[in-house]
């Protein structure tokens, strides 16, 4: 849910200036370390997965059964009078499990995937791992099996914070009796805040999911949660993912950009990659606004911003073009939009649009795009006469490299001195794991890295 004042990219401008000056500043002023980078051959370079690029969806403000647009906007306007005019009675208060499992089927069919928040505590009318007041226990049992089962597979979940709404007390589980901008999580209540305190407050988000069976690997931050202190915001999210749920690589989604800035993920707070406990956190950044339905079910967004009928024109074909993740953002109220459907309609078009022009995507959960890339760029990646020597500190599937080669016969992948020989192809499309490729000079070989050292062998020897 994000305010119009203070959207996403008004915050991450704004950022920039408040942020302490170190690590790693670039012109949008992300203020992130990236931690230790190992040594890596010059004539490697990992590209994306089976030279693909990624696709994924990102759904915020997303819960069990609760509308948060219509429980939100009254807490919202509390606040901030003059910017939260919505009728939000005449909003429906449940967005129901009938819709549910009519997108997250179609998604399925389609093979999207993504991320599905689950607010734990949505704005404040229940907790998801005790009683939802407005509906029966079999009302929340049924919706989160749903979660369970149908979502689950294909998007990761991430809490977006406790309620989105009111700053809890963590000590008493209550909501903070004052009501200001400094204990709403969507404005200014991390203002200062240390990574033990952000951490405190998202492992409690991160519990009452775990207590219902739901994993996650990630954060999402409400509306501008964490937005002055994100070096803390990052550094609690790799504490918090990992001590309640052991995460191996704990990401979040704090930032979008839709203009020229990379909307590659930044792999931050890397250490410890030669040790047994490597550790890392990702930025996965968004590449759209919300063009689908809003953050309220009431602003209708357009296909062809997204991509046009031709499959050239809109921003994801830029994207994509540039070989990023093309990561679309959305929120759960706009995608019902009442019951009329039209965030989910545009999002049913843009797939068709993508799937009809482009055979080059491949859809990816957050997380399976967050290990890629802490794996592209965490991984030592060493020459030695015929053979590239990997250390890598996370495994990858699909891991793809490409390197300058003219006569390379065979290739095998060693691990634990077993050979496995890799098969070619002729054509890209085929490019999968334990393939490789051979176009006029460029060789292309993709396999599953796994976690510590491995190895691929050429045949002949590797050209310098
Ligand atoms: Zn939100």
């Given at each position: 849910?994000?305010?119009?004042?203070?959207?996403?990219?008004?915050?991450?401008?704004?950022?920039?200036?408040?942020a302490p000056v170190f690590g790693l500043i670039n012109?949008s002023g992300i203020a992130q370390e990236p931690g230790q980078r190992p040594g890596r051959?010059?004539?490697?370079?990992v590209?994306?997965?089976?030279?693909?690029?990624?696709?994924?969806?990102?759904?915020?403000?997303?819960?069990?059964?609760?509308?948060?647009?219509?429980?939100?906007?009254?807490?919202?306007?509390?606040?901030?009078?003059?910017?939260?005019?919505?009728?939000?009675?005449?909003?429906?208060?449940?967005?129901?499990?009938?819709?549910?499992?009519?997108?997250?089927?179609?998604?399925?069919?389609?093979?999207?995937?993504?991320?599905?928040?689950?607010?734990?505590?949505?704005?404040?009318?229940?907790?998801?791992?005790?009683?939802?007041?407005?509906?029966?226990?079999?009302?929340?049992?049924?919706?989160?099996?749903?979660?369970?089962?149908?979502?689950?597979?294909?998007?990761?979940?991430?809490?977006?914070?406790?309620?989105?709404?009111?700053?809890?007390?963590?000590?008493?589980?209550?909501?903070?009796?004052?009501?200001?901008?400094?204990?709403?999580?969507?404005?200014?209540?991390?203002?200062?805040?240390s990574v033990?305190?952000l951490a405190?407050?998202?492992?409690?988000?991160?519990?009452?999911?775990?207590?219902?069976?739901?994993?996650?690997e990630g954060i999402?931050?409400?509306?501008?949660?964490g937005?002055?202190v994100l070096p803390e915001l990052a550094q609690a999210t790799l504490q918090s993912c990992r001590d309640?749920?052991?995460a191996e690589i704990p990401h979040y989604?704090r930032h979008?950009?839709?203009?020229?800035?990379s909307?590659a993920p930044r792999v931050e707070y890397a250490s410890g990659l030669d040790s047994t406990d490597p550790r890392c956190v990702v930025s996965i950044i968004?590449?759209?606004?919300?063009?689908?339905?809003?953050?309220?079910?009431?602003?209708?967004?357009?296909?062809?911003?997204?991509?046009?009928?031709?499959?050239?024109?809109?921003?994801?074909?830029?994207?994509?073009?540039?070989?990023?993740?093309?990561?679309?953002?959305?929120?759960?109220?706009?995608?019902?939009?009442?019951?009329?459907?039209?965030?989910?309609?545009?999002?049913?078009?843009?797939?068709?649009?993508?799937?009809?022009?482009?055979?080059?995507?491949?859809?990816?959960?957050?997380?399976?795009i967050s290990r890629y890339w802490a794996a592209k760029e965490l991984t030592q990646i060493?020459?030695?006469?015929?053979?590239?020597?990997?250390n890598a500190p996370f495994?990858a599937?699909?891991?793809?490299?490409?390197?300058?080669?003219?006569?390379?016969?065979?290739?095998?992948?060693?691990?634990?001195?077993?050979?496995?020989?890799?098969?070619?192809?002729?054509?890209?499309?085929?490019?999968?794991?334990?393939?490789?490729?051979?176009?006029?000079?460029?060789?292309?070989?993709?396999?599953?890295?796994?976690k510590?050292?491995?190895?691929?062998?050429?045949?002949?020897?590797?050209?310098?």
């Open positions: 849910m994000k305010s119009k004042k203070f959207s996403r990219r008004e915050f991450i401008k704004t950022a920039g200036l408040a012109q051959a010059p004539a490697v370079k590209i994306n997965p089976q030279n693909r690029v990624p696709v994924s969806l990102i759904i915020d403000d997303s819960t069990c059964l609760v509308n948060m647009a219509h429980f939100g906007i009254p807490q919202f306007a509390e606040i901030f009078p003059d910017r939260y005019k919505q009728n939000w009675k005449a909003l429906p208060r449940e967005i129901p499990d009938t819709f549910v499992r009519k997108f997250g089927e179609w998604c399925h069919e389609q093979g999207v995937k993504g991320k599905y928040s689950i607010v734990p505590y949505p704005a404040c009318v229940g907790w998801l791992d005790r009683v939802l007041p407005g509906w029966s226990k079999k009302e929340l049992e049924d919706s989160l099996e749903l979660v369970r089962t149908l979502i689950l597979p294909n998007w990761d979940i991430h809490p977006e914070m406790i309620s989105h709404t009111r700053i809890i007390d963590t000590k008493t589980g209550r909501p903070f009796a004052a009501a200001n901008e400094y204990f709403m999580e969507n404005w200014r209540w991390t203002d200062g805040k033990d305190e405190d407050y998202m492992r409690y988000a991160l519990q009452i999911l775990k207590n219902v069976g739901l994993p996650c999402t931050t409400p509306g501008g949660f937005n002055r309640v749920f052991g989604f979008l950009f839709t203009d020229e800035t909307v968004g590449c759209t606004g919300d063009w689908f339905g809003g953050w309220d079910g009431l602003e209708k967004g357009s296909v062809d911003k997204l991509i046009t009928a031709d499959g050239q024109g809109g921003h994801l074909p830029e994207i994509i073009h540039r070989g990023e993740p093309a990561i679309m953002v959305c929120h759960w109220p706009g995608i019902y939009f009442n019951g009329d459907e039209v965030g989910f309609n545009i999002f049913k078009e843009a797939v068709k649009r993508l799937h009809a022009h482009y055979h080059n995507l491949i859809w990816m959960k957050l997380s399976e060493t020459i030695q006469q015929d053979k590239i020597r990997l495994a599937p699909r891991f793809t490299i490409e390197m300058s080669q003219k006569n390379v016969k065979k290739i095998s992948f060693i691990q634990k001195s077993t050979a496995k020989p890799l098969v070619r192809v002729e054509n890209p499309q085929d490019l999968n794991a334990d393939h490789w490729i051979l176009q006029k000079d460029r060789l292309q070989i993709c396999f599953n890295l796994p510590g050292a491995s190895e691929l062998k050429l045949l002949p020897e590797i050209l310098k």
